[in-house]
T-cell receptor, first 111, second 113 residues
Framework: GESVGLHLPTLSVQEGDNSIINCAYSNSASDYFIWYKQESGKGPQFIIDIRSNMDKRQGQRVTVLLNKTVKHLSLQIAATQPGDSAVYFC??????????FGTGTRLKVLA | DVKVTQSSRYLVKRTGEKVFLECVQDMDHENMFWYRQDPGLGLRLIYFSYDVKMKEKGDIPEGYSVSREKKERFSLILESASTNQTSMYLCASAPATTLRGYTFGSGTRLTVV
């Protein structure tokens, strides 16, 4: 299997519970943020994004919260399912070509 | 289904070999990127290209070069592979306005022995 994520922090949740994954970003000038999901053996996939003029955005079963005061981003997953098991990481952009990626959190869903 | 395709999922190469990692996208994106992904370090940008035949160094370009002869194809070259280049390599593409993030390939797991 993939060795990516061997040293990642891990969040274990019971199936059906809500999950909260946190990310501290680095650049106070960043104005656009994305959460990615990376399943084993696959590339990262876009989940949800948020601009800095918002503090909350909801998708299907996912919510992203942005706290610019403390440079903190969180991803909430409602009613976590086995298919949610993956590595999740945030990305920030300060208006250039380049994103800065977090190191990720492994989510394990327990049956 | 739009996609970014990396030609190899797994590669094993010997120290000193010249290694080519290929990436093709079918979305007519201007920007293409090569990252490596290592445990605890996240994604680190090696090189990117914003147009055909154009390239820019990322954060860790040493030991690598790239080629973009056609818009859809972006190749990463390890001139002389070393064991510290053992990693997961991810290719990504994005339109000229990079909001909405990148589309990533599935990655190439390279082991240099």
């Amino acid at each position: 299997g993939e060795s990516v994520g061997l040293h990642l922090p891990t969040l274990s949740v019971q199936e059906g519970d809500n999950s909260i994954i946190n990310c501290a970003y680095s650049n106070s000038a960043s104005d656009y943020f994305i959460w990615y999901k990376q399943e084993s053996g696959k590339g990262p996939q876009f989940i949800i994004d948020i601009r800095s003029n918002m503090d909350k955005r909801q998708g299907q079963r996912v919510t992203v919260l942005l706290n610019k005061t403390v440079k903190h981003l969180s991803l909430q997953i409602a009613a976590t399912q086995p298919g949610d098991s993956a590595v999740y990481f945030c990305a920030e952009n300060a208006g250039t070509y380049k994103y800065i990626f977090g190191t990720g959190t492994r989510l394990k869903v327990l049956a | 289904d739009v996609k970014v395709t990396q030609s190899s999922r797994y590669l094993v190469k010997r120290t000193g070999e010249k290694v080519f990692l290929e990436c093709v996208q079918d979305m007519d994106h201007e920007n293409m990127f090569w990252y490596r992904q290592d445990p605890g370090l996240g994604l680190r940008l090696i090189y990117f290209s914003y147009d055909v035949k154009m390239k820019e160094k990322g954060d860790i370009p040493e030991g690598y070069s790239v080629s973009r002869e056609k818009k859809e194809r972006f190749s990463l070259i390890l001139e002389s592979a070393s064991t510290n280049q053992t990693s997961m390599y991810l290719c990504a593409s994005a339109p000229a306005t990079t909001l909405r993030g990148y589309t990533f390939g599935s990655g190439t797991r390279l082991t240099v022995v």
